[in-house]
């Protein structure tokens, strides 16, 4: 059975499978920059009071599963995550700049779907098995 949360007035179970790509989909995700990237993106979602239940990369692209609540919005979660997480990167290994043009890290665009009960496990499961093919 899923978390159920309890807020003044409202009861919710919110999560989301959110993507988003490397800018031109250069493959520069190794596994220094994945370790990092990882607890920028642990630290991003503590201070924003929302949780990364599940998160994984390949070479060009992030998947994460998260749980958060009704004030929640999208859009500023994900400016979040990808704005600092690409702030500190470039900042912190000055060889990705060269790799990318412009210096952006982040495709601008993102994929985000809500996640259920039935499909949360099919979900984990893709999410794992990422760097698999």
């Not at 692209?61 to 004030?71: T, Y």
């Not at 997480?85 to 601008?108: I, M, T, Y």
């Amino acid at each position: 059975m899923a978390n159920v949360y309890h807020g003044r007035g409202y009861v919710y179970y919110i999560q989301y499978h959110i993507v988003w790509c490397v800018k031109y989909r250069h493959k520069i995700i190794t596994d220094k920059i994945e370790k990092r990237l990882k607890e920028i993106l642990n630290y991003i979602a503590e201070d924003n009071k929302f949780k990364i239940l599940l998160m994984n990369t390949d070479l060009d692209h992030v998947h994460l599963l998260v749980e958060c609540s009704p004030q929640h919005y999208i859009p500023n979660m994900i400016k979040a995550l990808k704005g600092v997480s690409a702030r500190l990167l470039l900042k912190e290994s000055p060889e990705l700049k060269q790799k990318l043009w412009d210096g952006h890290l982040w495709n601008p665009s993102y994929f985000v779907a809500t996640v259920s009960e039935n499909t949360e496990e099919q979900i984990k499961q893709y999410i794992l098995s990422q760097k698999e093919k």
